[in-house]
């Protein structure tokens, strides 16, 4: 009975991290989604704008009513999917902050400075967090759980879309380290705005 026991525990172990992997995948996979933005937005900017807010109403309105017992179509489905055990039974904030920061972006910077907010939003926060799940070993005290291997990883996916942005090796460096700065500290899903805005205003100020 012990033998069972044991031999049982790995498969336990293994098809719980399987699970959190996946919805994590998943998760972020709809958080870079919000990568498509600038590109919706070189063709118009304010349909675009639109289509942010009323997803972000829409979503909202799906999400209060989940909290309630009552599914909204695939919204509720995929959010329950994507959410992580400490946020079962609870709103789940990450997709409004996510639509708020990209509309924020929009609104307060010229199109490039955007196009770097929010590269930094979908691709860095996006990347550090399955990077960190899959790979991360060592945390960074203060942070919230943060890894130094996510962290790591965060810095790259920004500098990397930086710099096919704005083709500045030494701006998009600094735009990086400002961002992954930002996206450290343990704000929970408040990043989504923030790490946007920090990227577009780094950038403006580097190139004054």
């Known amino acids: 009975m012990q033998s069972r026991r044991i031999l049982a525990f790995p498969t336990y172990y293994f098809q719980s991290v399987s699970d959190t992997v996946r919805g994590e995948v998943v998760r972020k996979s709809i958080h870079m989604m919000v990568s498509l933005v600038p590109l919706f937005a070189s063709y118009n900017k304010t349909l675009t704008l639109g289509l942010l807010a009323l997803g972000t109403l829409v979503y909202t309105y799906a999400e209060f009513m989940r909290c309630k017992g009552q599914q909204i179509s695939f919204i509720s489905r995929i959010t329950a999917m994507a959410s992580r055990d400490k946020e079962l039974g609870h709103f789940v904030l990450g997709p409004v902050t996510l639509g ?52 790591l990883a965060c810095l790259t996916a920004i500098y990397i879309s930086t710099f096919a942005v704005c083709g500045n090796l030494g701006v998009s460096l600094a735009v990086a380290f400002i961002a992954t700065a930002v996206e450290m500290v343990p704000l929970k899903d408040f990043d989504n705005i923030l790490m946007p805005l920090s990227a577009g205003t780094a950038f403006l100020f580097l190139t004054v």
């Open 100 to 151: 708020i920061g990209a509309m924020m972006a929009l609104l307060l910077y010229p199109a490039e400075a955007a196009a770097i907010g929010i590269y930094a939003l979908a691709f860095g926060d996006g990347v550090a967090s399955l990077v960190g799940r899959l790979f991360g070993k060592v945390r960074i005290p203060g942070t919230g759980g943060k890894t130094i291997i996510g962290s």
